[in-house]
């Protein structure tokens, strides 16, 4: 199994709803990632999780937490969110360490439209 | 502050020919370049990366070349085929210990015209 599986692949939520992202991978890799992608622009990094543990929070709003309950999983708790949130949100994974060289595998994303 | 930069937001080359996709960057702490391909709707794909310790690397009709003393590197596809059509983004990794995360260029939307 060499892919990211990311849930669901659309969102919409209102404002005042709570919602999950949910990523999984068995690839074997110990560091896990959310990056969040507007339109026309790069992804850009939200959190970094390396052996199950939050190694990297990338000042992202407290509306957005992370969590990831095993090396295998990693959620994405959505909650008050804004319309300026809406963007496609990606889970990625590598190695640790050596990952760089081989590539961080991403998944498919899921498009979240907070209306 | 944009570390690494795409400056072409866009490129089109005709099938055959070569596709040459350049990323500059200003951070010299940098280890690991990477490029990656990207449909709509779909996740950024890993094509090649290179180490800052080398200055090609060649994957197929993919080659990536750094010049470290520019502070550049570049994509080349040849021959290019219209399956190559797609936003291509260069990505850095910062030689932090322990840190694992990437920095992203503009991306550039490369167009095969047949």
């Known amino acids: 199994d060499t892919e990211v599986t990311q849930t669901p692949k659309h969102l919409v939520m209102g404002m005042t709803n709570k919602k999950s992202l949910k990523c999984e991978q068995h690839m074997g890799h110990r560091a896990m990632y959310w990056y969040k992608q507007k339109a026309k622009k790069p992804p850009e990094l939200m959190f970094v999780?390396?052996?199950?543990?939050?190694?990297i929070n990338e000042s992202v709003p407290s509306r957005f937490s992370p969590e990831c309950p095993n090396s295998s999983l990693l959620n994405l708790h959505l909650h008050a969110l804004q319309p300026e949130d809406s963007a496609l949100y990606l889970c990625a994974s590598s190695q640790v360490g050596t990952g760089a060289a081989y590539g961080y595998t991403f998944g498919s994303g899921t498009r979240l439209t907070v209306v | 502050d944009q570390q690494v930069k795409q400056n072409s937001p866009s490129l089109s080359v005709q099938e055959g020919r070569i596709s040459i996709l350049n990323c500059d960057y200003t951070n010299s702490m940098f280890d690991y370049f990477l490029w990656y391909k990207k449909y709509p709707a779909e996740g950024p794909t890993f094509l090649i990366s290179i180490s800052s310790i080398k200055d090609k690397n060649e994957d197929g009709r993919f080659t990536v070349f750094l010049n470290k003393s520019a502070k550049h590197l570049s994509l080349h596809i040849v021959p290019s085929q219209p399956g190559d059509s797609a936003v291509y983004f260069c990505?850095?990794?910062?030689?932090?210990?322990?840190?694992?995360?990437?920095?992203f260029g503009q991306g550039t939307r490369l167009t095969i015209n047949p």
């Open positions: 999780y390396s052996y199950e543990k939050l190694s």
């Open positions: 990505a850095a990794r910062p030689l932090i210990q322990g840190a694992q995360k990437l920095v």
